[in-house]
């Protein structure tokens, strides 16, 4: 077989229902494209049929490539992995359950063909829960500040990378990542799309709010060392504040006397610095972790087995 142009990369956990009818829609638009491709599917441990039907898909189908996991190591490992197998001069990063129309593919070639590195992009009318979409709001703007990147939309998985690109990320060997943001450090030309945006079609979300709040934490502390740095400024903020009420107090006592009065306001303001400390040692005692992490040097994902790479 030719060496694919495309690669197609898609994670996939418990998402049996849907395979099928991803395949039967992302393929003629593959065949439509006129190039050679391939699809890299991860099976990232799951627990229903999801891997039989890919086993199945990649006997039958020559592009296809199947890497199966020995466990659950999470979306971004998973296209990790499938990164390091690809071969396209153009890898595509897709979601299983059709919430990104696979018909969108071409568009964003076409994108990549005008010169752009990595092509982001932006979904149109998304279909997600009220809350979804504003915890993501929050998370792109302070993302963007923190990073000082600029990106609409961290949370659309629909993306397009320049073998370039797939090169430098494969390069890299944190183990908690973010794909889209460890890709957006490496692009000197990064453009977006409008793309539609569906609902998931069967199964449900695999990110749970905890899940989200973890991985938006590891979104903030893996890119940026700011939030330490903001501890740093409130930290100076307070102290010259605390002085400022010290001289004040000073002052008063000549010319009022000493007070006693307000003490519970005293402690109302205690609180809130003691939440606030609690708060900058959980910060720092993320960034411990993520070191910790990575001194282990555990490997960040084991592969059980591959299917439909045997002819390379
Ligand atoms: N996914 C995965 N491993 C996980 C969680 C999710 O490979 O541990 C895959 C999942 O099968 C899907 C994609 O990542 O293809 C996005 O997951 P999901 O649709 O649940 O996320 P959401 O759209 O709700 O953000
Ligand atoms: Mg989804």
Redesign the pocket.
Known sequence: MQTPYLSIV??????EA?LRPLFDRLYPVMLGTGRPFEIIF?D???RDRSLAILKDLASNQPEVRVVEFNG????H???LAAFEMSRGEIVVT????L?NPPEEIPKLVRKMEEGCDVVGSIRQKRQ?TLF?RVASRIVNITTNKITGMQMSDY?C?LRAYNRNIVDNINRCRETTTFIPALAQTFAANPCEVEVVHAE?AE?????SLY??IRLNFDLMTGFSVVPLQLFALLGIFTSVLSLVFALFLLIRRFIVGAEVEGVFTLFAILFFFIGIIILGIGIVGEYVGRIYQEVRKRPRFVVRRTYGFEEQ
């Open positions: 898609i994670p996939v956990y418990n998402e849907n991860t990232d441990g799951s659950n190591f999470g979306q490992m998973a296209i897709l979601d299983a359950d919430q997600d979804r949370g998985m998931r199964g449900e979300s695999k990110y899940r989200l």
